[in-house]
Every structure is written in structure tokens, then in C-alpha cells.
């Protein structure tokens, strides 16, 4: 399985501002992931980020909201610009096992985001 | 199209009680159907996965899960239920071709003393 870490762990943020959230893999992994889970709900696909290609954005997700980079096949940050309120949620980074475990996605502990 | 209906958002049991969560799925491919565990203040933990080869399917903590294609079920089972399995439980779908996983509404396990 991959280990997955993300920085920061959480933040309160205020409204208008942007936060970079980092994420790292303990091994390089062609496809990562970006998750929201909204407080009380499951979890929802921002963007598949792909090494060397811009992001994939699921419907209802805009670059300039979200933009993503995948600088490396280990890491990947994801931002959340201009921010309101409605942001505040836990953003979960995931990437995909190898091998035997390729169809398996594996979690970091998330950040969890307050705006005010 | 894919998707995971989990039914019941909150299941309730005492201790040493069998736990059982249901999932039911929609795939138009073979379907790969995983179970992750969420504890407070965490991320997910695979739990267990279902990927084409036996049905019945052993996880971690003693869970396991049978995947049953003409019921389009996935529910997992733990035979007695312990105060440290209290966590949100999703069921997720996913396919061959790197196709994205869909996760369930989740379930929140409420184990009584």
C-alpha cells in the first residue's frame, strides 16, 4: 500500500484568502487524487492530477478555484482560492497502489479547512 | 455509470452484537467494490476490497464482506462488534481502467458498552 502525508494537517483560514495544501507519496504513483468531504458527507472527486498533464476536473470544479499541481510523480498540491465559508471541509489526498493493488486507492489523513 | 447506495446513515449496536452495513451497488462493468473506514479526525482506511476474485472477503479487524452479484450487494459483517470499531464506514465502486472510485453516503457505527 502507499503511505500518503499531507501538510497541513488543518487551518482556519479567512474568507478571500488561499491555501496551498500539500501532499506526498512514499512512492511514485502516475495518478492522484483530490477529495472534499463537506462536513457530516461523504466524499466527493475534485480532480485527477496526472504527472506532466493538466488536471482532470470533475463537474462542478473549476481550475481557477482549485488549481492543482503534479510537479513529480510523488507529489502534488492542491490549492483553494479566494475562499468563503461554503470551502470549509476536510480535502483528502489518494493515489492509486501498485501492482497487484492498482484498481485500490490509498488516503492521507487530510486537512481539515475552517474558513471564517 | 456507477454508483453505491449504503443503506441506513447510522447503525446502532451493543458490544459483542453482530455488526452488519449494508452496501448495494450499480456498475455497467464489472465492478472492483472496496470498504474504507473513517475514525474521527482521519482519513480513510482500506477495510477490504472485492477485485473479480472470491466473493467472500476477509479485511482487516476481523470484518469481511461477500460480494453478490445477483443481489448487486456488497455488506460487511463483523461477527461481534467491539467499542473501537465506533467509526463512519463507506462502501465505493470502482472498475478496471483506471476508473474513478464512487463512494456511498457512509454509515456511522454507534457501538453501545
Known amino acids: 500500500s502507499a503511505v500518503i502525508s499531507q501538510k497541513p494537517s488543518r487551518d482556519i483560514c479567512q474568507r478571500g484568502t488561499s491555501l496551498t495544501i500539500q501532499c506526498q507519496v512514499d512512492?511514485?504513483?502516475?495518478?492522484m487524487f483530490w477529495y472534499r468531504q463537506q462536513p457530516g458527507q461523504s466524499l466527493t472527486l475534485i480532480a485527477t492530477a496526472n504527472q506532466g498533464s493538466e488536471a482532470t476536473y470533475e463537474s462542478g470544479f473549476v481550475i481557477d478555484k482549485f488549481p492543482i499541481s503534479r510537479p513529480n510523480l510523488t507529489f502534488s498540491t492542491l490549492t483553494v482560492s479566494n475562499m468563503s465559508p461554503e470551502d470549509s471541509s476536510i480535502y483528502l489526498c489518494?493515489?492509486?497502489?501498485?501492482?497487484?493493488?492498482?484498481?485500490?486507492?490509498?488516503f492521507g489523513p487530510g486537512t481539515r479547512l475552517l474558513v471564517l | 455509470a456507477q454508483s453505491v447506495t449504503q443503506l441506513g446513515s447510522h447503525v446502532s449496536v451493543s458490544e459483542g452484537a453482530l455488526v452488519l452495513l449494508r452496501c448495494n451497488y450499480s456498475s455497467s462493468v464489472p465492478p472492483y467494490l472496496f470498504w474504507y473506514v473513517q475514525y474521527p479526525n482521519q482519513g480513510l482506511q482500506l477495510l477490504l476490497k472485492?477485485?473479480?476474485?472470491?466473493?467472500l472477503v476477509k479485511g482487516i479487524n476481523g470484518f469481511e464482506a461477500e460480494f453478490k452479484k445477483s443481489e448487486t450487494s456488497f455488506h460487511l459483517t463483523k461477527p461481534s462488534a467491539h467499542m473501537s470499531d465506533a467509526a463512519e464506514y463507506f462502501c465505493?465502486?470502482?472498475?478496471?481502467?483506471?476508473?474513478?472510485?464512487?463512494f456511498g453516503t457512509g454509515t456511522r457505527l454507534l457501538v453501545s458498552p
Open positions: 512512492s511514485q504513483v502516475t495518478m
Open positions: 465505493a465502486v470502482g472498475g478496471t481502467g483506471f476508473q474513478k472510485l464512487v
Open positions: 489518494s493515489s492509486r497502489g501498485q501492482g497487484d493493488n492498482e484498481e485500490t486507492q490509498y
Open positions: 472485492y477485485t473479480s476474485a472470491a466473493t
